[in-house]
């Protein structure tokens, strides 16, 4: 009995507890932001962008205080890792079949020139390097998921990475809402608009409303091209683990590469090697969502709009120019390549 009660008294017990308000706290907001997504599926944003909208207004208005705090910086770091190893199982080697040599090398060259340019750009206006790298990652890659999944290497603080997703989710649905427009004007027929939408938006939900909204052919190439972007983030994660801790001296690989990452490389080969039954995978899918939205809710509330007032301008004006570069070099090479 005395051990029972010197164990409710001690860390052990209130630990994993304290972690609860914060942990509800986020789980509420991630709700929340289902049920508007559902309520305005007019606005063509997902969850995961209206549960950082709701963390950063609750947060700024509410200012929760500390009893909440344990709970949200576990839900920002290890409920967005698992929810990385969680999309994994939803990534497929075989998303790239169909996809021309030459239009994979124009995308992937647009890709690298645009994760080159964030930090390069960043130190032009005189914004933080790291800031410009996740608007670059954002940008090429997989919007709000690639900056997820690499802000824990790279990202300072919880509001840079809050900041760069809604940088690049606001300038995406700018993009996707034009995008349609601009390939029917340019005659870039079925395998050109569906390389500009495909390749060009930063975000999965970008690219497939765009792409349907030009077309249900056109559609479902821009996935095909998208889903081959959106590979690429298995190399970029792996080469961000590699990366980062040896600046912080970790020379061990076991040190090195974070849990979450074999378990993402292997998600991936299981679903690639079609080994994740059809039933198990969709639950998988949906469980990923739901921590992404909800460890998306959590960096919300550690924003400071007074620091985005400060700083936000120059890094909107950074993302939105990494993304018309983006547009202009994959437009480029649909006009070459339709």
Same mark, same amino acid.
């Given at each position: 009995m005395k051990s029972?009660?010197?164990?409710?008294c001690s860390g052990a017990f209130w630990g994993p507890m304290n972690k609860l308000p914060g942990l509800a706290l986020a789980a509420g907001a991630a709700g929340l932001a289902y049920a508007v997504a559902g309520w305005l599926p007019q606005i063509k944003v997902g969850a995961v962008?209206? !549960?950082?909208?709701?963390?950063?207004?609750?947060? &700024?208005?509410?200012?929760?205080?500390?009893?909440?705090?344990?709970?949200?910086?576990?839900?920002?770091k290890k409920v967005l890792e698992f929810a990385v190893v969680l999309l994994g199982a939803g990534l497929s080697l075989s998303s790239l079949g169909g996809f021309n040599a030459g239009a994979g090398m124009a995308i992937l060259a647009a890709m690298a020139?645009?994760?080159?340019?964030?930090?390069?750009?960043?130190r032009a206006v005189k914004t933080a390097p790291t800031t410009g790298f996740l608007l670059g990652v954002g940008t090429a890659i997989c919007g709000s998921a690639a900056i997820a999944a690499v802000s824990p290497f790279v990202a300072k603080d919880?509001?840079?990475?809050?900041?760069?997703?809604?940088?690049? &989710?606001?300038?995406?649905?700018?993009?996707?809402?034009? +995008?349609?427009?601009a390939a029917r004007f340019l005659h870039l027929g079925l395998e050109g608009s569906a390389l500009l939408l495909g390749g060009?938006?930063?975000?999965?939900?970008?690219?497939?409303?765009?792409?349907?909204? !030009?077309?249900?052919?056109?559609?479902?190439l821009a996935i095909a091209v998208k889903m081959g972007r959106v590979l690429c983030l298995v190399p970029?994660?792996?080469?961000?683990?590699?990366?980062?801790?040896?600046?912080?001296?970790? &020379?061990?690989?076991?040190?090195?590469?974070?849990?979450?990452?074999? +378990?993402? +490389?292997?998600?991936?080969?299981?679903?690639?090697?079609?080994l994740i039954p059809p039933g198990m995978r969709h639950a998988i899918s949906i469980s990923?969502?739901? !921590? +992404?939205?909800?460890?998306?809710?959590?960096?919300?509330f550690g924003v400071d709009l007074e620091a985005v007032r400060r700083h936000g301008p120059k890094a909107l004006a950074l993302g939105a120019a990494l993304l018309l570069f983006q547009v202009l070099a994959v437009g480029a090479a649909a006009l070459l390549l339709s």
């Amino acid at each position: 009995m005395k051990s029972f009660v010197g164990w409710i008294c001690s860390g052990a017990f209130w630990g994993p507890m304290n972690k609860l308000p914060g942990l509800a706290l986020a789980a509420g907001a991630a709700g929340l932001a289902y049920a508007v997504a559902g309520w305005l599926p007019q606005i063509k944003v997902g969850a995961v962008v209206w !549960a950082i909208v709701l963390g950063v207004l609750a947060g &700024n208005a509410m200012r929760p205080g500390e009893r909440f705090s344990p709970g949200l910086k576990f839900c920002e770091k290890k409920v967005l890792e698992f929810a990385v190893v969680l999309l994994g199982a939803g990534l497929s080697l075989s998303s790239l079949g169909g996809f021309n040599a030459g239009a994979g090398m124009a995308i992937l060259a647009a890709m690298a020139a645009t994760l080159a340019m964030g930090p390069l750009a960043a130190r032009a206006v005189k914004t933080a390097p790291t800031t410009g790298f996740l608007l670059g990652v954002g940008t090429a890659i997989c919007g709000s998921a690639a900056i997820a999944a690499v802000s824990p290497f790279v990202a300072k603080d919880r509001h840079e990475t809050a900041l760069s997703i809604g940088i690049v &989710n606001l300038a995406g649905f700018a993009a996707m809402l034009v +995008l349609p427009f601009a390939a029917r004007f340019l005659h870039l027929g079925l395998e050109g608009s569906a390389l500009l939408l495909g390749g060009a938006l930063p975000a999965v939900g970008h690219a497939v409303g765009a792409g349907y909204a !030009a077309g249900p052919e056109i559609g479902g190439l821009a996935i095909a091209v998208k889903m081959g972007r959106v590979l690429c983030l298995v190399p970029l994660v792996l080469a961000c683990s590699l990366w980062a801790p040896r600046e912080a001296g970790k &020379n061990s690989i076991w040190q090195v590469v974070p849990w979450f990452v074999p +378990l993402f +490389l292997l998600a991936v080969g299981l679903r690639s090697a079609d080994l994740i039954p059809p039933g198990m995978r969709h639950a998988i899918s949906i469980s990923g969502k739901a !921590a +992404l939205t909800a460890a998306m809710a959590a960096i919300g509330f550690g924003v400071d709009l007074e620091a985005v007032r400060r700083h936000g301008p120059k890094a909107l004006a950074l993302g939105a120019a990494l993304l018309l570069f983006q547009v202009l070099a994959v437009g480029a090479a649909a006009l070459l390549l339709s």
